[in-house]
């Protein structure tokens, strides 16, 4: 009997401990506040919630394969991160909210990278994009609430562009159980570091040294909003050195040439890249008085990267704008 007494004081002292963790857990995931930039779906509770302060986070992009969605492509996005899943309970649709989740993107200014449905999605792609790495315990309730095409309506939506002048990213997992009547959102975002526009920027005497040594150079400090082509105010320092060597060397002509990255299509790439190019010809031309038959614009897109496209750092090189000698 004692031996009995003793064994149930220890299991009610365990399921205390359990429950303490438990109450513990709840009570930090609701101290999680929502991220500035996007409010919760009216209805929604936090259920768990963490931030870093610089971590990787892979967003997915698209599938290689349409017609077989079970791998995406992904990207990768470094820098300060935020993970929160919020728990909603009632009628709501998973559709009904992975719209609101893209007229929220739209809003920010954010361009769309990949918007899927149900089987447009694929079954695997809460597995692909979160287990296995320190994701997977946040996301457990998408991992192993049978979200399949069967019992449950799924959808995701990433978009990525620039916030406060910094890169900015973010992705939502929406998943609706639908015999509890449950939907999960899990929303991830990226901030990275604000862009030091005055740290590296073409001179006159970087001019003289790519043409004369290289034929061509590349125009730093020359800048564009996330997939537009207006040339930024910020650029005027590097437009001025430009028209400041070609006036010098009046008998030379240039090719402006645009690159990209490969995020995208490469039909829009090459397009993009072509229009910045033109912005760039126009300032030129039209601020700065320089002949109009010295310049030529031509984009090239993707076809003659400066770095891997695998990383940000390498996406970012790619991205530029060159004077090349003709």
Do not use: W
Not at 60 to 75: L, Q, S
Not at 236 to 256: T, W
Not at 271 to 291: E, I, N, P, W
């Amino acid at each position: 009997m004692a031996r009995n007494r003793k064994a149930v004081r220890l299991a009610n002292a365990v399921l205390g401990f359990l429950y303490g963790v438990a109450c513990a857990a709840q009570s930090a995931a609701a101290s999680g506040a929502d991220h500035p930039m996007f409010s919760r779906y009216p209805g929604s509770e936090i259920i768990e919630h963490r931030q870093q302060q610089f971590a990787r986070t892979q967003l997915a992009t698209g599938f290689a394969d349409k017609n077989n969605p079970a791998e995406p492509t992904r990207r990768t996005f470094e820098g300060k991160t935020t993970t929160i899943i919020y728990e909603l309970v009632g009628p709501q649709s998973a559709l009904q909210v992975v719209r609101n989740y893209e007229q929220a993107f739209a809003r920010a200014g954010l361009k769309t990278l990949l918007s899927c449905f149900n089987q447009t999605c694929g079954d695997q792609l809460s597995i692909a994009l979160y287990r296995g790495n320190d994701k997977e315990p946040l996301y457990r309730r998408m991992l192993y609430d049978s979200i399949d095409n069967t019992t449950s309506d799924f959808g995701y939506v990433s978009a990525a562009g620039t916030a406060n002048g910094a890169p900015f990213a973010a992705g939502v997992f929406i998943g609706r159980i639908r015999t509890g009547d449950r939907v999960y959102v899990g929303l991830d975002i990226v901030q990275g570091e604000p862009m030091k526009m005055d740290q590296i920027v073409v001179d006159l005497n970087q001019l003289t040294k790519g043409i004369r040594e290289q034929g061509k150079v590349v125009l730093s400090g020359i800048y564009f909003d996330t997939d537009k082509d207006i040339v930024k105010p910020e650029s005027e320092q590097a437009l001025r050195a430009i028209s400041d060597y070609l006036q010098k060397n009046p008998q030379q002509g240039f090719f402006v040439v645009g690159h990209s990255d490969t995020a995208g299509s490469y039909e829009h790439n090459v397009d993009l890249s072509r229009r910045r190019a033109q912005a760039v010809v126009t300032a030129l031309t039209g601020k700065y008085a320089v002949a109009k038959p010295r310049l030529t614009a031509v984009g090239i897109g993707p076809v003659a990267p400066a770095g891997a496209n695998a990383t940000d750092a390498g996406r970012t090189r790619n991205r530029r704008v060159e004077l090349v000698l003709r």
